[in-house]
């Protein structure tokens, strides 16, 4: 569900998570541009995890011939520290997924997000001197965000308790309230993409807009469209809070 980008040049004597802070490593939004995609938008959790070099590493030559093992083993990885601990961590993300009683995804998570993104639509609204009630919108994030803390009270009980039936319930549920965010057809003009949370941008390339079909049709100057995707997208964060429901 999130795109964490790492940068280069991991050492020996420093974790991931040094590094993270260090340089200031990103939790950001899921756009486009690599295989997550196809998942993403037809309600399967995905993550994409990258690297980057920072503003005095060497030059990544994307996409091209240029783009070889011998530069990567001697400008941008030498000795593939950071490819070692990126490999290390999914393995070790793999085997929770695997072998936890209980899902290690937490859709709590996404209420405090969704607000970020609903205050960024306010801004968006305001450059744009455009008016929309965005009411329908703020009381489905509100609604999510109760179903996912009982989720989130159902699941300790499941795990306090030993109890299998209820563990798997609430590992159902955490596998499939993604699907809801799609529930609600393509975007507009786009109907490949069904997220309706976020989505890459009309025009930003692999670059994520949030709340895009409201976004986009505010950009656009078609106010109808936007407050149509209004109605649509709170139905579809309704139907994700439904699925998470006790």
């Known amino acids: 569900m999130k795109k964490v980008i790492y940068p280069y040049r991991n050492t020996t004597n420093q974790t991931m998570f040094d590094v993270w802070n260090k340089e200031r490593g990103e939790v950001g939004v ?35 011939v240029y783009d070889s093992y011998h530069w990567m083993a001697t400008f941008g990885d030498p000795g593939f520290v950071t490819h070692r601990s990126m490999a290390t961590y999914l393995t070790l993300l793999l085997y929770h997924f695997v072998n936890d009683a209980s899902l290690p995804l937490e859709p709590s998570n996404f209420a405090p997000e969704m607000k970020e993104y609903f205050k960024e639509l306010e801004e968006h609204l305001e450059t744009n001197n ?33 109890n299998s039936d209820l563990i798997k319930v609430t590992n159902a549920k955490a596998r499939d309230f993604h699907r809801g965010f799609t529930s609600q057809g393509g975007l507009p003009g786009r109907q490949f993409f069904h997220h309706l949370i976020f989505a890459p941008g009309l025009d930003t390339g692999y670059a994520p807009t949030t709340f895009p079909a409201i976004t986009e049709a505010v950009t656009a100057g078609n106010l109808t469209l936007a407050q149509e995707w209004v109605g649509r997208t709170s139905r579809a964060i309704l139907v994700a809070a439904g699925i998470l429901k006790t």
Do not use: Q
């Open 130 to 162: 455009a008016t929309l009630d965005l009411t329908p919108l703020t009381n489905a994030i509100a609604t999510f965000e109760t179903a996912a803390s009982e989720f989130d009270a159902l699941r300790s009980l499941a795990i306090s308790s030993s």
């Open 30 to 64: 899921l756009g486009s541009g690599s295989d997550y995609t196809s998942f993403l938008h037809r309600g399967i959790a995905s993550l994409d995890i990258t690297a980057g070099g920072g503003p005095t590493d060497p030059v990544y030559h994307y996409h091209s």
